[in-house]
């Protein structure tokens, strides 16, 4: 029987906090930290609340996208259309990633590859789909001035990433080898550093190619004479699949997810029309809201409109084919030894739609 760490952390004492009260029953983008820019540290509004609202508490990472698209989706109703009282929450990268394992939140939508390993691990967990997920925008950038054209010109020259831990990274060293056949720790020289510090090794002369988070990524995008990108991860996934690459994902503990179905499929639901919601308004979403996430000028408004008018950033309802990619995805990361098995769609995917 596989373990629940929600229940044995009740049975040391711990009481969750931040659940979904009033409900039966008692999770890249990505385990480097894939956050950056200022944040406000506001753990979001809460929509007013009547008696047919079921009340919930999810978490996203502070000072990414993240926190204008669903601010945006709680400003226009959206969660109470779906008859979900939401309490959005914006903690630090590292706790928001533990948020559900940790008993914090009961449902949440945190990084896929971390919650793979997790149920990899003995968690008794599933996911319930990716819409309202992140997407992979993170891409390799060389100085614009630079020679370099493609990744194959970088070929033994040396390239920066913040984290070798991170799933984004590790999913760009997989896709990577399997589109060119370069693998990133053994055919280039390489560099760790703290994000920013690696912006400043590129301008330096230091490195002459650099991976980065997603908010340095818009930054990168949004200075064309300064930076030029040479590949982008959903770029070269979707060379493989013709499906952009996910995140995250709806996760939560399978009793959970039996007792609070309708729940699950209210949250589901809920994500899909947010980013139908932030397709249809991105810049007005962004003038207003995207300050925590540091966009926080035209050029990088800019970057993420077009982002987002071309379908990446969120995603929306998955169908079949794109399920099936994320499986395939995976069973590269297995193939590349980032995760020791592949669970099949069966063990931990549920649709509650």
């Known amino acids: ?18 659940g979904l009260a009033g409900c039966s029953g008692s999770g890249d983008g990505d385990s480097s930290g894939d956050s950056s820019g200022d944040s406000s540290g506001d753990s979001g509004g809460t929509t ?26 709680q400003q226009e109703g959206i969660f109470e259309e779906e008859g979900i009282d939401v309490t959005v929450e914006y903690p630090p990268f590292n706790a928001q990633v533990q948020g559900l ?13 971390p919650y793979v390993n997790n149920w990899l691990n003995g968690e008794d967990l599933v996911t319930y789909g990716f819409s309202g997920g ?3 925008v993170n891409a390799l950038y060389v100085r614009a001035d630079s020679e370099y054209e493609s990744v194959e010109d970088l070929e033994g020259q040396r390239i920066g990433v913040w984290s ?4 984004t990274v590790q999913a760009f060293q997989a896709v990577l080898a399997e589109r060119t056949g370069l693998r990133l720790r053994e055919d280039f020289e390489t560099t760790t550093a703290a994000p920013p510090a690696l912006v400043g090794l590129l301008n330096d002369g230091e490195i002459d190619g650099v991976i980065n988070v997603s908010g340095l990524t ?9 930076y030029r990108n040479l590949v982008q991860l959903n770029d070269l996934w979707t060379g493989v699949t013709d499906h952009t690459l996910p995140l995250t994902s709806w996760w939560t ?38 300050d925590p996430a540091s966009i926080d000028n035209d050029a990088k408004i800019q970057v993420v409109e077009e982002w987002a008018s071309n379908g990446e950033v969120f995603h929306g309802m998955a ?15 297995n193939e590349e030894e980032f995760i020791d098995s592949v669970p099949s769609q069966d063990e931990i995917l549920r649709d509650p739609l």
Do not use: C
């Open 319 to 333: 169908e079949d084919s794109y399920i099936d990619s994320v499986w395939q995805f995976l069973e590269l990361m």
């Open 134 to 136: 992140l997407q992979s």
């Open 218 to 226: 818009i930054a990168m995008e949004s200075q064309p004479d300064t």
């Open 164 to 167: 070798w831990g991170s799933s």
């Open 101 to 113: 394992t940790s008993g914090e939140v009961e449902t949440s939508m945190p990084s896929v590859l």
């Open 253 to 290: 503990y399978a009793d959970w997810y039996d007792q609070n179905t309708d729940v699950a499929a209210s949250l589901a639901r809920a994500g899909d029309k947010a980013v139908t919601h932030w397709r249809e308004n991105t810049r007005s979403i962004l003038e207003e809201f995207g």
């Open 1 to 18: 029987m596989r373990n629940s760490r929600r229940e044995m952390l009740k049975a040391a004492g711990v009481v969750a906090t931040a």
């Open 48 to 73: 007013s609340s009547g008696s047919d609202l079921t009340p919930a508490t999810i978490q996203f990472p502070e000072g990414t996208v993240f926190y204008p698209m669903y601010e945006a989706a």
